[in-house]
Protein backbone atom coordinates (compact mmCIF):
# COMPACT_ATOMS: atom_id res chain seq x y z
CA UNK A 1 0.00 0.00 0.00
CA UNK A 2 1.19 3.19 -1.14
CA UNK A 3 1.97 5.56 2.08
CA UNK A 4 1.39 9.15 2.64
CA UNK A 5 2.30 11.28 -0.46
CA UNK A 6 3.20 14.78 -0.42
CA UNK A 7 4.19 17.52 -3.09
CA UNK A 8 5.74 19.00 -4.01
CA UNK A 9 9.04 18.12 -1.33
CA UNK A 10 10.62 21.65 -1.64
CA UNK A 11 8.90 25.13 -2.56
CA UNK A 12 10.87 28.62 -2.39
CA UNK A 13 8.87 31.78 -2.65
CA UNK A 14 9.11 35.33 -1.87
CA UNK A 15 7.33 37.15 0.57
CA UNK A 16 3.50 38.25 0.23
CA UNK A 17 3.40 35.02 -2.60
CA UNK A 18 0.89 32.57 -1.85
CA UNK A 19 1.76 28.59 -1.86
CA UNK A 20 -0.56 25.34 -2.38
CA UNK A 21 0.46 21.97 -0.99
CA UNK A 22 -0.55 19.24 -1.60
CA UNK A 23 -1.24 15.96 0.27
CA UNK A 24 -2.75 12.35 -0.98
CA UNK A 25 -3.18 10.14 1.94
CA UNK A 26 -3.39 5.86 2.30
CA UNK A 27 -6.14 4.23 0.65
CA UNK A 28 -9.01 4.04 2.78
CA UNK A 29 -7.79 6.91 5.10
CA UNK A 30 -10.19 9.48 5.13
CA UNK A 31 -8.85 12.17 8.05
CA UNK A 32 -5.83 14.00 7.23
CA UNK A 33 -3.90 16.55 9.34
CA UNK A 34 -1.90 19.27 8.65
CA UNK A 35 1.33 20.00 10.83
CA UNK A 36 4.05 22.60 11.11
CA UNK A 37 7.50 21.81 12.32
CA UNK A 38 10.05 24.91 12.84
CA UNK A 39 12.97 24.10 15.11
CA UNK A 40 12.09 26.44 17.45
CA UNK A 41 8.22 25.51 17.69
CA UNK A 42 8.04 21.74 17.29
CA UNK A 43 5.19 20.08 15.83
CA UNK A 44 2.62 22.69 15.58
CA UNK A 45 -1.15 21.41 14.82
CA UNK A 46 -2.82 23.15 11.76
CA UNK A 47 -6.32 21.16 11.26
CA UNK A 48 -7.74 18.30 10.43
CA UNK A 49 -10.08 17.42 7.58
CA UNK A 50 -12.55 14.54 7.48
CA UNK A 51 -15.11 13.65 4.55
CA UNK A 52 -14.63 17.21 3.22
CA UNK A 53 -15.24 19.19 6.38
CA UNK A 54 -12.82 20.43 8.42
CA UNK A 55 -12.92 18.88 11.53
CA UNK A 56 -10.23 20.18 14.29
CA UNK A 57 -8.14 23.23 13.90
CA UNK A 58 -5.39 24.48 15.63
CA UNK A 59 -4.27 28.14 16.66
CA UNK A 60 -3.02 29.87 13.46
CA UNK A 61 -4.25 32.82 11.33
CA UNK A 62 -6.27 32.97 8.45
CA UNK A 63 -3.96 32.79 6.02
CA UNK A 64 -3.36 29.29 6.38
CA UNK A 65 -6.23 27.02 4.61
CA UNK A 66 -7.01 23.96 3.43
CA UNK A 67 -9.33 21.63 1.49
CA UNK A 68 -10.67 18.20 0.92
CA UNK A 69 -11.44 16.50 -1.94
CA UNK A 70 -14.17 13.50 -2.28
CA UNK A 71 -11.17 11.69 -3.18
CA UNK A 72 -9.32 12.54 0.58
CA UNK A 73 -6.85 14.18 -1.07
CA UNK A 74 -6.26 17.28 0.55
CA UNK A 75 -4.63 20.58 -0.50
CA UNK A 76 -3.18 23.68 2.38
CA UNK A 77 -3.10 27.19 1.21
CA UNK A 78 -0.88 30.11 2.69
CA UNK A 79 -1.70 33.17 1.52
CA UNK A 80 0.83 36.79 1.93
CA UNK A 81 3.55 34.69 3.05
CA UNK A 82 5.76 35.80 6.23
CA UNK A 83 9.46 34.74 6.65
CA UNK A 84 8.16 33.06 9.43
CA UNK A 85 6.30 30.99 7.48
CA UNK A 86 9.60 28.70 6.51
CA UNK A 87 9.13 25.20 8.25
CA UNK A 88 8.48 21.70 7.24
CA UNK A 89 4.41 21.32 6.46
CA UNK A 90 4.09 17.93 7.36
CA UNK A 91 0.89 15.69 6.32
CA UNK A 92 -0.77 12.61 8.14
CA UNK A 93 -3.75 10.70 7.79
CA UNK A 94 -5.54 7.97 10.01
CA UNK A 95 -8.64 5.74 10.16
CA UNK A 96 -11.39 6.09 12.01
CA UNK A 97 -10.49 3.75 14.67
CA UNK A 98 -9.33 5.17 18.10
CA UNK A 99 -6.16 2.92 18.25
CA UNK A 100 -4.93 3.60 14.58
CA UNK A 101 -1.54 6.01 14.47
CA UNK A 102 -1.05 9.25 11.67
CA UNK A 103 1.13 7.89 8.94
CA UNK A 104 2.99 10.60 7.53
CA UNK A 105 4.42 11.96 4.78
CA UNK A 106 7.77 13.36 4.24
CA UNK A 107 6.65 17.08 4.09
CA UNK A 108 7.51 19.77 1.86
CA UNK A 109 10.24 22.21 3.14
CA UNK A 110 8.96 25.59 2.13
CA UNK A 111 11.50 28.47 2.59
CA UNK A 112 10.06 32.38 2.53
CA UNK A 113 12.81 35.16 1.43
CA UNK B 1 -6.03 19.69 29.52
CA UNK B 2 -4.58 16.90 27.57
CA UNK B 3 -0.83 16.86 26.76
CA UNK B 4 2.26 15.04 26.52
CA UNK B 5 5.70 16.20 28.39
CA UNK B 6 8.54 14.11 27.13
CA UNK B 7 12.63 14.53 28.67
CA UNK B 8 14.33 17.26 26.75
CA UNK B 9 17.16 16.61 24.47
CA UNK B 10 19.98 16.33 23.09
CA UNK B 11 20.61 13.02 24.70
CA UNK B 12 24.29 11.70 23.60
CA UNK B 13 25.05 8.18 24.28
CA UNK B 14 28.21 5.83 23.04
CA UNK B 15 27.34 2.82 21.33
CA UNK B 16 26.16 0.37 22.83
CA UNK B 17 24.66 2.11 25.52
CA UNK B 18 21.59 1.63 27.35
CA UNK B 19 18.95 4.53 25.77
CA UNK B 20 15.53 5.87 28.01
CA UNK B 21 13.44 8.92 26.98
CA UNK B 22 10.51 9.44 29.93
CA UNK B 23 7.02 10.73 28.38
CA UNK B 24 4.42 11.21 30.50
CA UNK B 25 0.86 12.37 29.74
CA UNK B 26 -1.73 13.69 30.87
CA UNK B 27 -5.24 12.94 29.64
CA UNK B 28 -8.91 12.04 31.19
CA UNK B 29 -9.85 8.16 30.09
CA UNK B 30 -7.63 6.21 28.26
CA UNK B 31 -5.84 7.06 25.52
CA UNK B 32 -3.55 5.03 22.78
CA UNK B 33 -0.31 5.85 23.00
CA UNK B 34 2.83 6.21 20.59
CA UNK B 35 6.47 6.65 19.80
CA UNK B 36 7.15 7.96 16.48
CA UNK B 37 11.08 8.38 15.20
CA UNK B 38 12.25 11.61 12.68
CA UNK B 39 15.73 10.84 10.44
CA UNK B 40 16.72 14.42 8.83
CA UNK B 41 14.68 15.40 6.15
CA UNK B 42 12.06 13.15 6.54
CA UNK B 43 8.26 12.79 8.29
CA UNK B 44 7.77 10.85 11.20
CA UNK B 45 7.64 7.16 11.05
CA UNK B 46 5.43 5.33 14.10
CA UNK B 47 8.18 3.25 15.58
CA UNK B 48 5.79 1.72 18.37
CA UNK B 49 1.88 1.96 20.03
CA UNK B 50 0.12 0.47 23.06
CA UNK B 51 -3.69 0.79 23.35
CA UNK B 52 -4.31 -0.16 26.97
CA UNK B 53 -3.09 -0.55 30.03
CA UNK B 54 0.16 -2.68 30.70
CA UNK B 55 0.55 -3.32 26.67
CA UNK B 56 3.91 -3.31 25.77
CA UNK B 57 4.82 -1.83 22.28
CA UNK B 58 8.10 -2.86 20.89
CA UNK B 59 9.87 -2.63 17.46
CA UNK B 60 13.57 -2.61 16.16
CA UNK B 61 14.88 -3.57 19.72
CA UNK B 62 12.65 -0.36 20.96
CA UNK B 63 10.41 -1.16 23.76
CA UNK B 64 7.91 0.94 25.87
CA UNK B 65 5.33 -0.29 28.82
CA UNK B 66 1.51 1.77 29.10
CA UNK B 67 1.74 2.74 32.28
CA UNK B 68 -1.76 3.70 33.59
CA UNK B 69 -1.00 4.61 37.56
CA UNK B 70 2.17 6.92 36.75
CA UNK B 71 0.90 7.92 33.25
CA UNK B 72 3.57 7.00 31.72
CA UNK B 73 5.11 5.50 28.73
CA UNK B 74 8.84 5.22 28.52
CA UNK B 75 11.19 4.73 25.39
CA UNK B 76 13.80 1.62 25.90
CA UNK B 77 16.61 0.15 24.43
CA UNK B 78 18.79 -1.99 25.30
CA UNK B 79 21.98 -1.46 22.51
CA UNK B 80 21.59 1.53 21.03
CA UNK B 81 23.47 2.24 17.25
CA UNK B 82 24.36 5.28 15.43
CA UNK B 83 21.81 4.35 12.80
CA UNK B 84 19.53 5.10 15.90
CA UNK B 85 20.36 9.15 16.03
CA UNK B 86 17.11 10.82 15.41
CA UNK B 87 14.59 12.80 16.88
CA UNK B 88 12.07 10.52 19.05
CA UNK B 89 7.88 11.80 19.83
CA UNK B 90 5.74 10.79 22.26
CA UNK B 91 2.00 10.92 21.05
CA UNK B 92 -1.58 10.15 22.37
CA UNK B 93 -4.41 9.91 20.58
CA UNK B 94 -7.30 10.75 22.87
CA UNK B 95 -11.21 11.63 22.07
CA UNK B 96 -11.17 9.93 19.07
CA UNK B 97 -9.39 12.05 16.82
CA UNK B 98 -7.29 14.13 18.48
CA UNK B 99 -3.30 13.84 18.65
CA UNK B 100 -1.38 15.41 21.31
CA UNK B 101 2.43 15.25 20.63
CA UNK B 102 5.50 16.15 22.28
CA UNK B 103 7.97 18.52 21.89
CA UNK B 104 10.62 15.81 20.15
CA UNK B 105 13.92 14.51 21.98
CA UNK B 106 17.20 14.54 19.54
CA UNK B 107 19.41 11.45 20.53
CA UNK B 108 23.04 11.13 19.24
CA UNK B 109 24.95 7.85 19.40
CA UNK B 110 28.42 8.19 19.03
CA UNK B 111 30.37 5.14 17.85
Known amino acids: KAGVTQTPRYLIKTRGQQVTLSCSPISGHRSVSWYQQTPGQGLQFLFEYFSETQRNKGNFPGRFSGRQFSNS ?9 ELGDSALYLCASSLEDYNSPLHFGNGTRLTVT | GDSVTQMEGPVTLSEEAFL ?3 CTYTATGYPSLFWYVQYPGEGLQLLLKATKADDKGSNKGFEATYRKETTSFHLEKG ?5 DSAVYFCALRYNFNKFYF ?3 TKLNVKP
Not at chain 1, 73 to 81: D, I
Not at chain 2, 79 to 83: A, F, G, N, T
Open chain 2, 79 to 83: SVQVS
Open chain 1, 73 to 81: RSEMNVSTL
Open chain 2, 102 to 104: GSG
Open chain 2, 20 to 22: TIN
